[in-house]
């Protein structure tokens, strides 16, 4: 008998994913919880039937939301993530030795355990010495900061269940408050191509547009999220994500990348027409 796990991405398009085991399932108090194995993926991870990642193409997203704002700020000693219970983000963050400080916000301590147990390709960072988890709501986490961190990096969940706060223009007025005045916040920002996750986009980005003097969008291809087609949201106090780019500094670092480059850095906020429009639409509204 074959098993397979699918996620419908609208009322007509789904993804499937041919299982070869169910390794773990768990109802926390936040979401279901779920990690199977598969023959071409690897092993994944579903919270409440969404994907949010497999062996195989996790490295895409990890690597472009730390890499890109890591290339243009000059001086990260403390970092915030929020969300990012797998560790992807953390593991690609501690990479870099300059950084003394890293906070991760996760709101559910069972993601994290799963992922230690079962993920630890993604999950091995969370035992650097410099990371620090708190099982809290990242909205209400956040609040309480003033010019505290040089980085925050928004690895959230998609923008209903326990995620949805972290679409706010509370949430993004709250970061912009806990950077010092050359912080950067990067965020997950879902996918322009199906219309619902467009909307989500273009609410986001509208938020951050209000709290942020400089707010860029910058897109990676992760082939088992939605459409394929992904984007981030770059935005900061100071620094221009393309005019701040140092790439001597980053190639100094000699950090070993399989997706991102200083090359891509650049292509990757050269947004195809639709995205532009979309972004447009909100900028000014």
């Known amino acids: 008998m074959e098993l397979w796990f699918t996620e419908k991405h609208t009322e007509h398009v789904k993804l499937s994913i041919q299982v070869d085991e169910q390794l773990y399932s768990s109802q926390s108090e936040f979401q279901r919880i779920d990690i199977f194995s598969s023959k071409e993926f690897g092993k994944f991870l579903t919270l409440d039937g969404y994907m949010m990642l497999t062996e195989k193409d996790e490295f ?6 730390v890499h890109v704002p890591m290339a243009v700020h000059p001086c990260v000693k403390k970092a915030l993530v929020i969300g990012g219970g797998d560790g992807g983000t953390v593991r690609e963050l501690v990479r870099y030795l300059e950084i003394e400080h890293i906070d991760v916000v996760e709101i559910d301590e069972e993601v994290v355990e799963a992922c230690r147990r079962y993920l ?3 999950a091995c960072g969370f035992a650097d010495e410099r990371v620090h988890i708190y099982y809290d709501d990242g909205l209400k986490f956040v609040r309480k900061f003033v010019e505290e961190y040089d980085l925050i990096l928004v690895d959230s969940t998609d923008p209903f ?7 706010t223009k509370e949430f993004y007025g709250n970061c ?3 950077l010092r005045a050359d912080g950067i916040m990067v965020n997950q ?3 322009p191509f199906y219309p619902n996750d467009a909307t989500a986009m273009q609410r986001a980005h509208k938020r951050i547009v209000e709290s942020f003097p400089i707010s860029k969008v910058y897109q990676a291809h992760i082939p088992t999220y939605p459409s394929g ?4 949201g770059f935005a900061s106090k100071k620094y221009h994500p393309l005019d701040g ?3 001597a500094r980053w190639k100094a670092r000699g950090i070993k990348t ?3 480059n200083e090359q891509l850095h650049k292509g990757a906020f050269a947004l195809p027409n639709y995205v532009e429009e979309l972004l447009e639409k909100v900028e000014g509204a």
């Open 60 to 65: 895409i997203y990890h690597e472009m939301i």
């Open 120 to 122: 630890p390709q993604t």
């Open 161 to 167: 269940g326990p995620g949805e706060g972290l679409f």
């Open 176 to 178: 912009y408050k806990a």
């Open 189 to 191: 920002h879902e996918s």
């Open 229 to 232: 087609h992904w984007l981030f």
């Open 245 to 247: 780019q140092d790439v």
């Open 258 to 260: 399989r997706y991102y």
